[in-house]
């Protein structure tokens, strides 16, 4: 009898087993999150691929390192290195970037050797109920936000906030509460955007 329990607690300790588990879980978690709340929300297909992608990239790089026993801090490192690598070249929000980073976080959380996995099950569990409730609709549907493309670039887009701020009110026929202007393209006579604003009752 004593063999046999041996034999049935063999798979479970069987390092291929595990990485299966841990990719399992990773790749559930990625997808929750990063399709079940960031694009059933915001719809930008670009960045859902981007961090899906490199999720998966992520949990496999970091699962060599932990096999070669690299250093938890130095896969840390690489992992924020490559993260900030390939954000450069364009300029995202807030959100986006929180999404994304969030997406490499499951990579690493599952990845890394050392702890148990239902241990590692529960912080994936409270981090997509924290993600969740965080950015529920019902928790900020006061405000919101839009990326906008201006084909005029307003005279008082830099110099007078205040003056910008009620401009766009207008146009958009909602309280615009701030703005950040993200490109300005004097050739071409257009102004990149983020506006936040909250919907009055009538626009409601």
């Known amino acids: 009898m004593e063999l046999s329990s041996d034999r049935m ?7 291929a087993f595990e990485l299966m588990v841990r990719f399992g879980l990773n790749l559930l978690a990625m997808v929750l999150l990063v399709f079940g709340l960031y694009y059933q929300r915001y719809r930008d297909k670009e960045l859902v691929t981007a961090a899906a992608m490199f999720n998966i990239f992520a949990f496999a790089v970091l699962t060599i390192l932990s096999v070669v026993e690299f250093s ?8 924020a290195i490559l993260a900030l690598f390939s954000l450069r070249s364009e300029q995202i ?10 997406s490499i ?23 997509l109920l924290g993600a969740w409730v965080v950015d529920h ?32 009110s207008a146009r958009l ?8 202007i993200t ?19 009538r626009s409601a």
């Open 9 to 15: 607690a063999l798979p479970d300790q069987s390092p």
């Open 72 to 79: 938890i801090a130095a896969g840390f490192g690489l992992f």
């Open 93 to 102: 929000s807030k959100t986006e970037i929180t999404y994304f980073f969030g």
């Open 105 to 127: 976080s499951l990579a690493v959380i599952c990845s890394v050797q050392g702890t148990t996995l239902p241990f590692v099950a529960l912080v994936v569990v409270l981090i």
């Open 137 to 168: 609709p019902a928790i900020l549907r006061s405000s919101d936000g839009i990326k906008l493309t201006l084909d005029k670039i307003d005279p008082h887009a830099l110099s007078d906030p205040e003056a910008m701020r009620a401009d766009l």
């Open 173 to 180: 026929g909602v309280e615009v509460m701030s703005y950040q």
């Open 183 to 201: 490109a300005l393209d004097y050739i071409n006579d257009m102004a990149r955007i983020n506006v936040f604003y909250r919907a009055t009752r």
